[in-house]
């Protein structure tokens, strides 16, 4: 299997029947999975997921029984992938998960000693300040360049994978594996992605400027642990 790309999916039943016909070229693509992973869902997303996937080749699901954060679902999703590179995106569709072949583009260009990231336009102005501001803060903290951290797909090596020792299961997972790739002198290839309006639903946490703060506080608190921990 050459590439697994994994979608963490709560309470996205709604958005299943257009994610998986984003997915239908990915899945067809020879040596690609798509792994669409219910993170604990309450809504019907497993019966939703049941109807359709015999439609979709190359997709499969997995069930998080308890959700117990975003990262924890994309972690199940990439320790039951098979591909020798790995990667994940977002089931809100505010991104296209053909996007990946994008990266996948790459990867054939650069070889598997890189770290591929979406890089977002069209978004509001006020979520693009947001981004610089955080981008800044960290890129200042870590000491490494950490631009539009959250952006999406997210590509890496299997290898790489390998080494992730105690990796978060929040948001903070992004900018755990864009620092972890710094550190170990990964070649960060960046490539523009249009950033949309959610298909159905709701974010789970960028609601409003009080979500915003608590985001801003989580990611601070484990950015200090993670410079104290992963030293360069």
Same mark, same amino acid.
């Given at each position: ?6 979608? /963490? ?25 798509? #792994? ?17 996937? /015999?439609?979709?080749?190359?997709? @499969?699901? #997995?069930?998080?029984? $308890?959700?117990?954060?975003?990262? %924890?679902?994309?972690?199940?999703? =990439? ?18 998960? !053909? ?12 070889? !598997?000693?890189? %770290? ?7 978004? /509001? ?16 903290? =870590?000491?490494? *360049? ?5 952006? !999406? *797909?997210?590509?890496?090596?299997? @290898? ?22 710094? $550190? !170990?002198?990964?070649?960060?290839? @960046? %490539? /523009? ?21 608590? %985001? ?9 642990? =993670?410079?104290?921990? =992963?030293?360069?």
């Amino acid at each position: 299997m050459r590439f697994s790309l994994v979608i /963490p999916c709560y309470n996205e039943a709604a958005n299943l029947p257009l994610l998986l016909e984003r997915c239908k070229a990915l899945g067809a693509t020879p040596g690609v999975e798509v #792994i669409l992973v219910d993170n604990g869902s309450s809504d019907n997303t497993p019966e939703v997921l049941s109807t359709l996937l /015999p439609a979709y080749p190359g997709c @499969r699901s #997995i069930r998080v029984e $308890q959700n117990q954060g975003y990262g %924890f679902g994309i972690l199940s999703g =990439l320790r039951a992938a098979k591909g020798e590179m790995l990667g994940w995106t977002h089931a809100d569709m505010q991104t296209d998960p !053909q996007d990946a072949l994008l990266g996948l583009a790459l990867v054939e260009r650069h070889g !598997q000693h890189v %770290f591929i990231k979406g890089r977002r336009h069209g978004r /509001p102005l006020a979520d693009t300040l947001f981004t610089i501001g955080m981008s800044v803060f960290e890129t200042v903290l =870590l000491r490494q *360049p950490l631009w539009d951290i959250n952006a !999406q *797909p997210t590509l890496f090596s299997r @290898r790489f994978f390998e080494t992730w020792e105690t990796p978060p299961h929040d948001f903070s997972l992004d900018l755990y594996a864009y620092y972890l790739a710094r $550190q !170990q002198k990964y070649a960060v290839h @960046r %490539f /523009p992605v249009h950033f949309g309006e959610r298909a159905h639903g709701v974010s789970h946490w960028n609601v409003n400027w009080a979500a915003k703060r608590k %985001f801003i506080a989580r990611t601070v608190d484990f950015s200090l642990k =993670l410079r104290r921990t =992963l030293k360069p």
